[in-house]
T-cell receptor
Framework: DAGVTQSPTHLIKTRGQQVTLRCSPKSGHDTVSWYQQALGQGPQFIFQYYEEEERQRGNFPDRFSGHQFPNYSSELNVNALLLGDSALYLCASSGTRSYYNEQFFGPGTRLTVL | AQKITQTQPGMFVQEKEAVTLDCTYD???????LFWYKQPSSGEMIFLIY??????QNATEGRYSLNFQKARKSANLVISASQLGDSAMYFCAMREGGSGGGADGLTFGKGTHLIIQP
């Protein structure tokens, strides 16, 4: 049973560019959440997708957008990259049928903005 | 005010000793869930244990237990008989609102870096 997968593993971009990160949820999961983890900090919630719609959003600007596909996979897009966007981006999936609704995390994509 | 506070940036513990990682939270919701995650140097967050606000008993999962003191808004993680492989970052997180019907975004603390010494 494959867990949450993310691609790419690492990414280097320059300021002003745009980036797309991808996530495939754990089998049987229908909800995908994205988090940003700056160095030395805890993850911060960006947004959550369910049934192909953004269901909840954290305190992030509109430069951060996403999408969920019919197979539940998801993309995170960041436009007009800033140096401060350098971070580990974590994708987490969950299923509405699990009692705890615990989120299972992928290995992350490390984004460096130069 | 921070919603999740972890006051121990780092801890050194001897192998086989028990260790308690502190977590206090702040919410006005009556229904909420508390989670602990482990993050090794590889970066992946590993779910350890969950405590619901209405659960009357403290959660346990193997060597992990959660010391839940609702009145003090405290949810400390206890690891018994620590092992070298327990060395990692540990994060306390909270989901506000009901636990059924869907998963909501988690609010994380800043973490505790635990190092187990032989």
């Amino acid at each position: 049973d494959a867990g949450v997968t993310q691609s790419p593993t690492h990414l280097i971009k320059t300021r002003g560019q745009q980036v797309t990160l991808r996530c495939s949820p754990k089998s049987g999961h229908d909800t995908v959440s994205w988090y940003q983890q700056a160095l030395g900090q805890g993850p911060q919630f960006i947004f959550q997708y369910y049934e192909e719609e953004e269901r909840q959003r954290g305190n992030f600007p509109d430069r951060f957008s996403g999408h969920q596909f019919p197979n539940y996979s998801s993309e995170l897009n960041v436009n007009a990259l800033l140096l401060g966007d350098s971070a580990l981006y974590l994708c987490a999936s969950s299923g509405t049928r699990s009692y705890y609704n615990e989120q299972f995390f992928g290995p992350g994509t490390r984004l460096t903005v130069l | 005010a921070q919603k999740i506070t972890q006051t121990q940036p780092g801890m050194f513990v001897q192998e086989k000793e028990a260790v308690t990682l502190d977590c206090t939270y702040d919410t006005s919701d009556q229904s909420y869930g508390l989670f602990w995650y482990k993050q090794p140097s590889s970066g992946e967050m590993i779910f350890l244990i969950y405590q619901g606000s209405y659960d009357e008993q403290n959660a346990t999962e193997g060597r992990y237990s959660l010391n839940f003191q609702k009145a003090r808004k405290s949810a400390n993680l206890v690891i018994s008989a620590s092992q070298l492989g327990d060395s990692a970052m540990y994060f306390c997180a909270m989901r506000e609102g009901g636990s059924g019907g869907g998963a909501d975004g988690l609010t994380f603390g800043k973490g505790t870096h635990l190092i187990i010494q032989p």
